[in-house]
């Protein structure tokens, strides 16, 4: 059987926070890949477009702004410039500096053909009032994991034209356009359901209290043992409101997994069927089979009515607040 040519494509920015990330991730999970997963990361800023082989990883150097704002337009440059560089992948994974990635069960669920071309896969899919995907409430995977063909990497960068020159983030971006595709192709609103699913993924730490969420598999705050990980595709270490402690977390977690045996992928193809749906950080997680059936006008009443303070829909909000609360040290704004 032909390996497969896996690549695992981290956002970054470049800012010293972030370029110590991708350090950490080089040394830690990301030194120990099976056969045919490469990592890469991308950023932005740079004078030149390239990309150059740092002892097997790939740095990716977009020339588009590295803010924010232009974290779409970064990723759609960096799809591209794999593309144009004739870098060979079947399957990319597109995810971030602080979550942990479960690389040989992304090889698996790929090698046993598990992962179908024409479905977007995600560990955190969301359904939120803000997140035009292309309609409120529309599913769409969160950017921590979220894994294309390359089929729709290719689509993606002609759907998404429009949506590479506005201020829109880049995984509600990428829930828009092929989404929206999907709904124009089947002439069903909801046609676009069959075209996206849900992997297992869980939190370390992450809050300083444990929380429950609503989340079938895991709650905020969690600090399992290896067995009780070991199915997850992916992991978040980033911590929420004191992030100079997200470096250790990421240590942390990678040595209490670096010698864990081969995962199992009966909680990836049980998720798959249904996944949890995030509702916002206040309302927390409602199962898919829940979720497909509720009353969607309904829904956005409640969510609009359960807003956390750092949301822009709640009415207190306040960007001076919630800067100090999500700040990054160091991180120029």
């Known amino acids: 059987?032909?390996?497969?040519?896996?690549?695992?494509?981290?956002?970054?920015?470049?800012q010293e926070y972030f370029n110590n990330e991708v350090s950490l991730i080089k040394k830690t999970w990301g030194s120990r890949l099976p056969e045919g997963v490469i990592?890469?990361?991308?950023?932005?800023?740079?004078?030149?477009?390239?990309?150059?082989?740092?002892?097997?990883?790939?740095?990716?150097?977009?020339?588009?702004?590295?803010?924010?704002?232009?974290?779409?337009?970064?990723?759609?440059?960096?799809?591209?410039?794999?593309?144009?560089?004739?870098?060979?992948?079947?399957?990319?994974?597109?995810?971030?500096?602080?979550?942990?990635?479960?690389?040989?069960?992304?090889?698996?669920?790929?090698?046993?053909?598990?992962?179908?071309?024409?479905?977007?896969?995600g560990t955190d899919l969301y359904s939120l009032t803000e997140g035009f995907a292309p309609r409120p409430l529309d599913l769409y995977a969160?950017?921590?994991?979220?894994?294309?063909?390359?089929?729709?990497?290719?689509?993606?960068?002609?759907?998404?034209?429009?949506?590479?020159?506005?201020?829109?983030?880049?995984?509600v971006a990428i829930g828009n356009a092929l989404n929206s595709y999907f709904i124009k192709h089947t002439r069903d609103f909801n046609g676009y359901l069959a075209h996206i699913k849900g992997l297992p993924h869980g939190w370390y730490k992450c809050v300083s209290v444990l929380q429950e969420n609503g989340h079938r598999w895991c709650r905020y705050g969690e600090e399992g043992d290896q067995a009780f990980y070991n199915e997850f595709l992916t992991v978040q270490t980033k911590m929420y409101r004191r992030r100079e402690e997200e470096h250790q977390n990421m240590i942390d977690f990678d040595a209490l997994m670096k010698d864990a045996p081969e995962s199992s992928i009966k909680k990836?193809?049980?998720?798959?069927?249904?996944?949890?749906?995030?509702?916002?950080?206040?309302?927390?997680?409602?199962?898919?089979?829940?979720?497909?059936?509720?009353?969607?006008?309904?829904?956005?009443?409640?969510?609009?009515?359960?807003?956390?303070?750092?949301?822009?829909?709640?009415?207190?909000?306040?960007?001076?607040?919630?800067?100090?609360?999500h700040a990054v040290p160091g991180m120029k704004i």
Request: charged fraction near 25%; hydrophobic fraction near 40%; aromatic fraction near 10%.
């Open 39 to 121: 990592l890469a990361y991308y950023d932005g800023g740079h004078t030149t477009e390239e990309i150059i082989d740092e002892d097997g990883v790939l740095h990716i150097k977009t020339t588009t702004d590295d803010s924010l704002k232009s974290t779409f337009k970064k990723t759609c440059d960096a799809f591209s410039l794999l593309l144009r560089k004739g870098i060979q992948f079947d399957w990319v994974l597109r995810t971030n500096t602080s979550t942990w990635v479960n690389a040989p069960l992304f090889k698996k669920l790929v090698d046993n053909k598990h992962l179908a071309n024409d479905i977007v896969y």
């Open 268 to 325: 990836s193809l049980d998720n798959m069927e249904n996944p949890p749906v995030f509702l916002g950080s206040v309302v927390g997680y409602a199962p898919y089979n829940t979720w497909v059936n509720l009353d969607k006008n309904k829904l956005y009443a409640f969510e609009m009515q359960n807003k956390a303070i750092d949301d822009k829909q709640n009415p207190f909000y306040s960007k001076e607040a919630v800067d100090k609360l």
């Open 142 to 171: 969160r950017g921590n994991c979220i894994i294309l063909s390359n089929y729709l990497v290719r689509l993606l960068l002609v759907e998404s034209i429009p949506l590479q020159y506005i201020d829109i983030v880049d995984d």
């Open 1 to 14: 059987m032909a390996t497969s040519k896996l690549i695992i494509l981290l956002m970054s920015c470049n």
